[in-house]
T-cell receptor, first 118, second 117 residues
Framework: QKEVEQNSGPLSVPEGAIASLNCTYS??????FFWYRQYSGKSPELIMS????GDKEDGRFTAQLNKASQYVSLLIRDSQPSDSATYLC??????????????????FGQGTILTVHP | KAGVTQTPRYLIKTRGQQVTLSCSPI?????VSWYQQTPGQGLQFLFE???????NKGNFPGRFSGRQFSNSRSEMNVSTLELGDSALYLC????????????????FGNGTRLTVT
């Protein structure tokens, strides 16, 4: 099982609709979760961070986290053609190196391609 | 505030050569991470440095190495290049208040597109 899995997509929604992107993670001790957007040929851009159970809203974006179900989602309301991109889910789980220093192991999902058509 | 800067943007090398990629993090960020992105494998973690020390390393062969300088700038080196090393190499920086913190998000640079022929 992959550590971070996203719904395979591609996902196509009409302009103005709600796009729902889903992600599950396997490591129960994961502590922080991120959604990144990546346009074709560009680097990933942070959209949302979420650290505790529940919903977090930022403009048209809402991230939802359910640690009991090991599930995180991203809702995009009033989708626009400019939202067409690959969306990457990422989770951080703690680790400790041989020297005793803590680090965060950030693992990305494979991404979901979203297309918003006019 | 300036973002993460990576140089060069594009590189073409031949098999067997070596390459050095450079990354300047956001001012004040002491952590730098490197990722390799390919269509088939997605984003794969290479290594992370904090205040000149490697904190974590991914599952890449020893041909991949990195370092971080006292001004937080970082370089990664790939020796004896193989065709499979062709990828987008992404550097990301984070603000961590201390050596043991790690939950902050990453901020990515524009990447270096490496092509090995």
């Amino acid at each position: 099982q992959k550590e971070v899995e996203q719904n395979s997509g591609p996902l196509s929604v009409p302009e103005g609709a709600i796009a729902s992107l889903n992600c599950t993670y396997s490591d129960r001790v994961s502590q922080s979760f991120f959604w990144y957007r990546q346009y074709s040929g560009k680097s990933p851009e942070l959209i949302m961070s979420i650290y505790s159970n529940g919903d977090k809203e930022d403009g048209r974006f809402t991230a939802q986290l359910n640690k009991a179900s090991q599930y995180v989602s991203l809702l995009i309301r009033d989708s626009q053609p400019s939202d067409s991109a690959t969306y990457l889910c990422a989770a951080t789980s703690p680790g400790r190196n041989a020297g005793g220093t803590s680090y965060g192991k950030l693992t990305f999902g494979q991404g979901t391609i979203l297309t918003v058509h006019p | 505030k300036a973002g993460v800067t990576q140089t060069p943007r594009y590189l073409i090398k031949t098999r067997g050569q070596q390459v050095t990629l450079s990354c300047s993090p956001i001012s004040g960020h002491r952590s730098v991470s490197w990722y390799q992105q390919t269509p088939g494998q997605g984003l794969q973690f290479l290594f992370e440095y904090f205040s000149e020390t490697q904190r974590n390393k991914g599952n890449f062969p020893g041909r991949f190495s990195g370092r971080q300088f006292s001004n937080s700038r970082s370089e990664m080196n790939v020796s004896t290049l193989e065709l499979g090393d062709s990828a987008l190499y992404l550097c990301a920086s984070s603000f961590y208040a201390s050596r043991d913190s790690y939950n902050s998000p990453l901020h990515f640079g524009n990447g270096t597109r490496l092509t090995v022929t």
